[in-house]
């Protein structure tokens, strides 16, 4: 296997895919759950079980997918996965009933995961440390100003209430992840990975990256809280203005987009991603201790505390996800990184399935919610600082 060549910067190409696959899935994620009820007619626990099924096919299938495409090869394999994607989506544009759209969702759902890892792991291929961890913070910065331009459409659609809209609305999510196959068939051959693995390359006997991963899951839980809990509690407890629900989502992505880059600057060296991922938990507890203040004072006091907390938490989430990556990185061997960073993923995958039923338990318990989460994230953080910082060699062929 030819090696590829060190401190190759990413190609402008791939930045474009990973804005594209970003829009059509915030597109997709901002509209799916009005379209399966108002569009093909299905109820609200119908919705749940589609849905729920559609997110258990991603994380099932995520690892599966690297390691064929660690054989079938990046390129190749980007252009079948994102193609696969967009048919999908047509046919979820035909749905008109529960069968067909439980079909439809559900192959979504396979394919979801499966593009994600790939993507990154050529953007940083025959890439230095420092030149990855830039490279992936730029497609971070990407994917969050992405997946809210996506919303817009998806609004459009909603406050139009027209089946037309709607089905609009996934024939152009479609078109996205087309038009992202087309961009891949244009990506350069260097840097190609294609090597034939068993037992998901090592991966699973790589104990020191699985606790990487694991931690990253952990501290993650913090996004989720910021997405899901901080605007139920603001509408239902806190004294702040129910518009300021809307003020989360916006500060957070302005924040992220703004600094992702800059924060992600050192990364590349393991004891800071270390640091950083204990700095991101701790900032995390802080939040949530804080956020319990909300509910006294005045409208505008309560408000003033929302901002100082919305902040802290985004400040949290971009070290967590700078540090994570940039160990996740170190920990990954080069010709194995598909499969690597599919693991690594599925990191927040699985966030993002036991983190809403979580924080719904911590909103019913109300003050005392917020103190286990603070208490959480300390925890969590502190023991990220004995996160490793060099690599266990691990045999070239996994088994």
Known sequence: MTRPEPARAAPPRLYGVGLADAIGLGMYLAVSAVYLNVVVGISNHEIGVVLGVSGAASVLAALPLAVFAQWYGLRRSLIAYFAARGLCYLALACAVDLVTAFLAVGLVGLFSRGTGPLVQAATVAG???AVAVQALARLRMLRNAGMAAGALPAGAAIAAAEEWAFRSVMVTCALMFLGCALLSKGLPRHGEIRQPVRGGAGVGRDSQFLFVTAMYGA???SAILLGVGFPLWIVQRSNAPAWSAG???LAN?????????????????PARARSMMMTG??????????MPLSAFGTSAQALAVLVIVVVVMTFAELYISAGSMGLALAHSPEDRRPVYLATYNLGFAVATVVGPPLVGLGLAAGNLGWFGWA??????GLLARTLPTQP???????T
């Not at 266990?392 to 996994?398: E, N």
């Open 127 to 129: 890439a230095d440390s």
């Open 219 to 221: 501290l993650v839980l």
């Open 247 to 249: 003020f989360v989502h």
């Open 253 to 269: 992505t302005v924040l992220v987009v703004t600094l992702q880059v800059r924060i992600s600057t050192g990364s590349e060296r």
């Open 281 to 290: 938990g701790l900032l995390a507890a802080v939040a949530a201790a804080t």
């Open 375 to 380: 208490v959480f994230f300390a925890v969590t």
């Open 392 to 398: 266990r060699a691990v045999g070239s062929k996994g």
